[in-house]
């Protein structure tokens, strides 16, 4: 909203501990909020269970955080970007998977997981992207569609083969009220670091120059975040 106070309905709110500061809040309603839906409530995600994320920019790269903290046995990043595989691996990425545009990784993943990934989590919003993520999985595997495009997603399987492997494809979007609450909790106890993802603070009046960053990617921004 770029204003010093928004008038909201009393029922959005969610109360912020005092562990938990103010800057990490604004960041975890959406770049943690977001990667937590997508595993806790609608991938499921047990412990022990072969994870594959795909685009680990500030969403991505809190999935394969939260991917670790949530129990997976092995976290496989899939970027294009150096500088963003090596902080997934910081953030407890087991294996890094590099690639080119309009490459396909499905069999890199294939090998690394030993045979697919249980969960993949997809946050590019390319319908390539999702193809390939789907090649990507094990028999029972679950892609998480939480890229946004408004394009028809291009998944190429014959029907009998997505059917006898019990594949699912389903989409994720923001996150609930006891989303955040939980997310709240574990920073709280220490357990996640979401101020680590801060690449940028900025005053109000410069809020044009943030959106310049976010546009032309200039100096790496991760989260950029307008602190009053």
Known sequence: A???????PAGSLVHVPD??????AAVAT?????PYHALKCRAHLQGGERVA???????????????????AAQVVAVDLSP???????????????????DEDPGTQIQQLTGGGADVLVECVGNPSTLAY???????????????????????????ALFSMMELSVLGSFGSHKEDLEEIFRLEALGKLDIESSI???LALAQVEH???????????????????
Do not use: N
């Open 210 to 228: 943030g959106l310049d960053m976010l546009r032309t990617k200039s100096g790496d921004p991760q989260r950029i975040v307008v602190e009053m």
């Open 133 to 159: 993520g789907v090649r990507a999985l094990r028999p029972g595997g679950r892609l998480i569609a939480v890229g946004v495009d408004m394009m028809p997603p291009q998944i190429d399987l014959p029907q």
């Open 53 to 71: 994320v795909i685009g680990v920019g500030g969403v991505g790269g809190q999935a394969v955080r939260l991917a670790s903290l949530l129990g």
């Open 30 to 34: 959406d770049c943690v909020g977001t």
């Open 83 to 101: 500088a963003a595989l090596q902080r997934a691996a910081e953030s407890g990425a087991t294996e890094t998977v590099a690639v080119q545009p």
């Open 19 to 24: 562990e938990v500061s103010l800057t990490a």
């Open 2 to 8: 770029f204003a010093e106070a928004v008038k909201v």
């Open 199 to 201: 690449s940028h603070r």
